[in-house]
């Protein structure tokens, strides 16, 4: 069985400083890891995505995310905010021996200020 | 390249009404997933289609609720004689890969469609 942990629903962080998502999961295989950004009303953009491949991966607008299968983590991180970064966003673990179901994070809320 | 189109944007409809909500996937793409999001919660998956199949509808309720992908035209999610807890926004994303080679896919999302039932 897969489950996928956001620790924070909401974090607030002043534009310029860094911005720390974290994500823990539950898997009893190698999973793939995702993070989706979500603006009001649109869909998800994907961020970024971990494949079993390097650990630390990069991805749009300066996001990064560590895999660390020892803490079975997958935090996202931005060395300095922006404010039109303020969005909701989610950690996704997918990959089945047995579906295709893709399980979602309940989703951190990013608040930046001026 | 137009991406996922869905329609329409916001529905509003009546409790016992009938919702129809409308997915086109990326060109190219022949795979299909419908989530739900609740206020303040996760996407909560509903049912994987690929063309004119149901491949897996574990998180679509028993009753009332139907998808459907047909070989021409988009896919559609249907749910009958509604209820207000079926208002939520209602999220389709397509992939153009199968098999294993899906786990590794990111999904590509449409605005969605926010039914509101009253």
């Known amino acids: 069985a897969q489950s996928v942990t956001q620790l924070d629903s909401h974090v607030s962080v002043s534009e310029g400083t860094p911005v720390l998502l974290r994500c823990n999961y539950s898997s009893s295989y190698s999973p793939s890891l995702f993070w989706y950004v979500q603006h009001p009303n649109k869909g998800l953009q994907l961020l970024l995505k971990y494949t079993s491949a390097a650990t630390l991966v990069k991805g749009i607008n300066g996001f990064e995310a560590e895999f660390k299968k020892s803490e079975t983590s997958f935090h996202l991180t931005k060395p300095s905010a922006h404010m039109s970064d303020a969005a909701e966003y989610f950690c996704v673990v997918s990959g089945s021996t047995g579906g295709f179901k893709t399980i979602f994070g309940a989703g951190t809320r990013l608040f930046v200020k001026a | 390249n137009a991406g996922v189109m869905q329609n329409p944007r916001h529905l509003v409809r009546r409790r016992g009404q009938e919702a129809r909500l409308r997915c086109s996937p990326m060109k190219g793409h022949s795979h299909v997933y419908w989530y739900r999001q609740l206020p303040e919660e996760g996407l909560k998956f509903m049912v994987y289609?690929?063309?004119?199949?149901?491949?897996?509808e574990s998180g679509m309720p028993k009753e009332r609720f139907s998808a459907e992908f047909p070989k021409e035209g988009p896919s559609i999610l249907r749910i009958q004689q509604v209820v207000r807890g079926d208002s939520a926004a209602y999220f389709c994303?397509?992939?153009?890969?199968?098999?294993?080679?899906?786990?590794?896919?990111?999904?590509?999302f449409g605005n969605g469609t926010r039914l509101t039932v009253t």
């Open positions: 994303a397509s992939s153009p890969l199968s098999g294993t080679d899906t786990f590794n896919s990111p999904l590509h």
């Open positions: 289609l690929q063309k004119e199949n149901i491949i897996d």
